[in-house]
């Protein structure tokens, strides 16, 4: 069974930085691109940023590019999203994605095989 568990989520003031991680379980993460979504009330799941399985290319929003790196670690199984420069509008469920043996990193919803539970993320003015 495929298990994605995101970690790290909390309250932070704007201009700080926040690490999440994304640790999977019943799926290697070398074999997989993975993304990371953020969602809020009301509003559609919206893509920020994904790293594909071949070659490590990473992809972001325009709204978080330059301030928002993923990576991973395969040593532990694990994708990273760092965040900084963080702003008011960036509080939001965030949640990590993942589907198998893909170069390419979809930035809809239905391009995810596997989700994370979610971890909130909380940015104050």
């Known amino acids: 069974q495929v298990q994605l568990a995101e970690s790290g989520g909390g309250l932070v003031q704007a201009g700080g930085s926040l690490g999440l991680s994304c640790a999977a379980s019943g799926l290697t993460f070398s074999t997989c691109s993975v993304a990371w979504f953020r969602q809020v009330p009301g509003k559609e799941r919206e893509f920020v940023g994904g790293i594909t399985w071949s070659g490590g290319r990473t992809s972001y929003a325009d709204s978080v590019n330059g301030r928002f790196t993923v990576s991973r670690d395969n040593a532990k199984n694990t994708v990273l999203l760092q965040m900084n420069s963080l702003k008011p509008e960036d509080t939001a469920v965030y949640y990590c994605?993942?589907?198998?043996?893909?170069?390419?990193?979809?930035?809809?919803?239905?391009?995810?095989?596997?989700w994370g539970q979610g971890t909130q993320v909380t940015v104050s003015a």
């Open positions: 994605a993942a589907r198998r043996f893909s170069s390419v990193v979809p930035t809809t919803r239905a391009g995810w095989a596997y």
